[in-house]
């Protein structure tokens, strides 16, 4: 009769109905009164969501105190129900050490085992690893279990140095114990470089199988999958290595964790199109749908998929500027999954692209109330204060998320960005320079001795280019420009190194330029600028998108994003504008004029903005190009003599009144020249020429009318002498002119021509 209704209740428990096994299960219960039925039983009850239920079972029985399995079952219900000290009262504090198993360890046994020959205390040391060994596996387990829910307890209450302890020590028992390591990884408990080092600690070669050849494969194929899980700045040839075995020698190319894991890391690279094409990959279900029903299908892709995928396919629309689909998916998701915090997150991000930023904020909130421990909601909670220019709210946030996730170095990033915006030189350094450390693994006290840091065999480990690229930025604006140049050149090597997107540092290299030119290395910061727009022709994204705003694109094609809240049509003319200035310093003035012209043409059809304001700068540097123009062209032409041939007249050795304003205007380009050189090299902008020209504008358009009213002045004198000396003296000029002779007319025609000409983009500018 007991096998009987064991049979029953495993059959009816294996179906779901929960109510069928627990009635059948109490009745072997009461026939057996056993401690493994009992445990049975209360499984069943935690199964079925009756915590209560199965402590009172556990506790009537007195099984707590008896069994691993049971202690850890009871403690499971105490978290369940939120009851965080009774759970740490029944788990208690400590964690068994004893049972800890470390790859060193393993080694060592296999050496002795290796041996013929064994003294007598390596043979005592082999027999007590025998006889733990030969320790009850499932008890083990439990163990490991207990170490996982100490902590998360741990976590609950803000303790994360004991969450992150506690999660280690469940790992380093039970290498199999997968809840621990990855609340290890999603959390970012560790830095990457900490993460590796982690990994490589472990003993995967206690994971037993049928023979030894299988042992070592199951041991093999565990590092591997763990090796997927880790972060996307450390090692990537390690991380390529795994995913590529697991996707061609194991086959799991369209497993969604081996997707989300080469998304990740395209993601990282800044190669968005791409990396929305895997996540999009595995939130596509149509092939296995068999609804005939369209919208039916529609819904359900984007339904019944592991949490963390959402997360990075929200980013990825984002940065295509897919507002569409995240208005779809926006909605798809509140309809049927309500109550999971990805839902709130997809409102969010939508309601961000599209500069509601109230909006966003609020459902950022929600989203970090459901789950405390998202870090892409504490992000995009803080991101909206950046968003608006609330720089102190923003690192309020931002410091929030660095405490909760301790491994991370995107909290540290962001806060020295904020400082940076904030003119906290000293604080952005040292912000910065714990990102740079943390996601790379440079020991801390190495990093604020920038001038060697970071050494290229560092940067080949991995890292992100855009904490060099902002700490660069940083060495610019205390004028270390010798630094910065070495700091966006490695930013550039390593963004190589780790094939990334190459329009996504187009900024880095704009930075580059500009620190170029303020040295005086006017060739190489041409080729920079160049090179800039080359790669702006080629069509490529031109860096990250910025905080507002989005082009409405659909989710296959990379819309226009931006850089440090200029559109892409506001960085490109701002190249075109710095290239203007440096053929300016290098003495090509035709070739400055049209450089500056096609500025004044990309920054004048974006449709208004920072991109649009900056038209008017390039406007006037366009004006003071055609103006030297206009002299040197002056300086090379022929003049008139006064017996009426045509000669060419030295500069110097020029008499006439016209030549005077000539002279005297000159001069004033000079040293309005100089002036606008040094007040142009005080300022630049971190992606872009626009910041430094916005506030020179005002000083240049004095400048600017002080010159052009000379110009008019020295015009009309010109002109009024002419004409008194034709009507003076017509018939006998008239008499003796020359048959190919020019007439002082024509001469001075040509002149206010050209003065017109100088003078003409002020005029339709204002």
Same mark, same amino acid.
């Given at each position: ?309 959402? +997360? ?30 990805? @839902? ?106 920038? +001038? ?43 963004? @190589? ?79 075109? @504008? ?15 004029? @049209? ?165 003409? +983009? ?5």
């Amino acid at each position: 009769m007991e096998n009987f209704l064991r049979t029953w209740r495993q059959q009816a428990r294996v179906r779901g109905q929960y109510d069928a096994a627990i009635f059948i299960g109490d009745k072997v219960l009461a026939l057996t009164n056993s401690d493994e039925d009992a445990l049975w039983l209360a499984e069943v009850h935690f199964s079925n969501s009756n915590y209560t239920r199965a402590l009172a079972l556990l506790s009537r029985q007195d099984l707590i105190s008896r069994s691993t399995a049971c202690r850890y079952l009871a403690a499971h219900c105490y978290i369940k129900q939120g009851q965080y000290e009774q759970a740490l009262s029944v788990l208690g504090d400590q964690n068994p050490a004893h049972l800890f198993r470390s790859n060193n360890s393993r080694r060592k046994l296999q050496h002795l085992n290796g041996h013929s020959r064994i003294t007598l205390r390596n043979a005592k040391n082999a027999s007590r690893t025998d006889e733990r060994d030969r320790e009850d596996a499932g008890n083990i387990r439990y163990e490991a279990g207990m170490c996982y829910l100490r902590g998360l307890c741990f976590a609950k209450q803000n303790a994360f140095d004991r969450a992150r302890d506690c999660y280690k020590d469940a790992v380093r028992i039970d290498v199999q114990c997968f809840e621990a390591f990855d609340q290890l990884m999603k959390n970012s408990l560790m830095s990457p470089a900490e993460e590796l080092e982690f990994l490589e600690s472990l003993d995967f070669d206690s994971i037993t199988g049928a023979d030894v050849p299988v042992s070592q494969e199951a041991a093999h194929f565990t590092k591997m999958l763990y090796t997927t899980r880790l972060s996307k700045y450390s090692s990537p040839a390690v991380l390529t290595d795994a995913t590529e075995t697991l996707s061609t020698h194991y086959k799991l190319a369209e497993n969604p964790d081996i997707l989300l894991s080469r998304a990740e890391a395209l993601y990282t690279q800044c190669r968005f199109a791409e990396a929305l094409e895997l996540t999009s990959s595995i939130l596509s279900t149509s092939r296995f749908s068999i609804s005939s029903n369209q919208a039916s299908s529609s819904v359900q892709n984007h339904l019944g998929h592991p949490p963390a995928v959402y +997360p990075l396919h929200l980013a990825c629309l984002y940065e295509t500027g897919a507002t569409n689909s995240l208005f779809l998916l926006s909605h798809t998701l509140a309809d049927h999954s309500p109550e999971e915090s990805y @839902t709130y997150l997809a409102i969010g991000v939508y309601y961000l692209s599209v500069s509601k930023i109230a909006e966003a904020r609020r459902y950022f909130s929600k989203a970090s109330l459901l789950d405390p421990h998202s870090a892409p909601a504490w992000i995009g909670f803080a991101h909206t204060f950046a968003a608006e220019g609330e720089h102190d709210q923003a690192i309020a946030a931002y410091s929030t998320a660095a405490r909760l996730f301790q491994g991370s170095h995107l909290p540290q990033l962001f806060l020295g960005m904020q400082h940076l915006a904030l003119n906290n030189m000293s604080l952005a350094q040292e912000y910065l320079c714990a990102a740079y450390a943390m996601s790379t693994g440079t020991a801390a006290g190495t990093v604020p001795s920038l +001038p060697s840091l970071p050494s290229s065999e560092l940067s080949l480990l991995g890292g992100d280019p855009l904490v060099l690229n902002e700490l660069g930025v940083v060495l610019y604006h205390q004028n270390h420009l010798e630094g910065a140049v070495d700091l966006f050149r490695q930013s550039l090597v390593l963004a @190589t190194s780790l094939q990334c997107e190459p329009g996504a540092w187009v900024a880095t290299r704009s930075n580059l330029g500009h620190a170029l030119r303020r040295l005086g290395r006017y060739p190489e910061a041409l080729d920079e600028f160049d090179e800039c727009l080359r790669i702006g022709a080629g069509g490529a994204s031109l860096g990250y998108s910025p905080f507002l705003g989005g082009s409405g694109g659909n989710a296959s094609g990379v819309a226009s994003s931006g850089v440090s809240g200029y559109e892409e049509r506001g960085l490109i003319g701002s190249l075109y @504008t710095a290239r203007g200035l440096v053929l300016l310093e290098l003495d090509r003035t035709l070739d400055a004029v @049209t450089t500056l012209h096609e500025a004044v043409r990309v920054l004048g059809a974006s449709g208004g903005g920072d991109a649009a304001g900056g038209a008017g700068v390039a406007g006037t540097l366009l004006s003071r190009a055609l103006e030297i123009w206009a002299l040197e062209a002056h300086e090379s032409g022929s003049v008139i003599s006064e017996d009426g041939t045509r000669s060419a007249v030295p500069r110097s050795s020029a008499r006439s009144s016209r030549e005077k304003g000539k002279g005297r205007v000159a001069r004033r380009r000079i040293a309005a020249d100089d002036s606008y050189n040094q007040e142009w090299t005080d300022e630049v902008a971190q992606g872009g020429v626009q910041t430094g020209l916005t506030d020179f504008a005002t000083s240049a358009n004095t400048m600017d009318e002080t010159i052009e009213m000379e110009l008019d002045n020295d015009a009309e004198r010109l002109l009024r002498d002419s004409v008194d000396r034709v009507r003076g003296g017509q018939r006998a000029r008239h008499a003796q002119r020359l048959p190919h002779a020019s007439s002082p007319e024509s001469e001075i025609q040509l002149t206010r021509s050209r003065g017109a000409k100088a003078v003409r +983009p002020h005029q339709t500018r204002s």
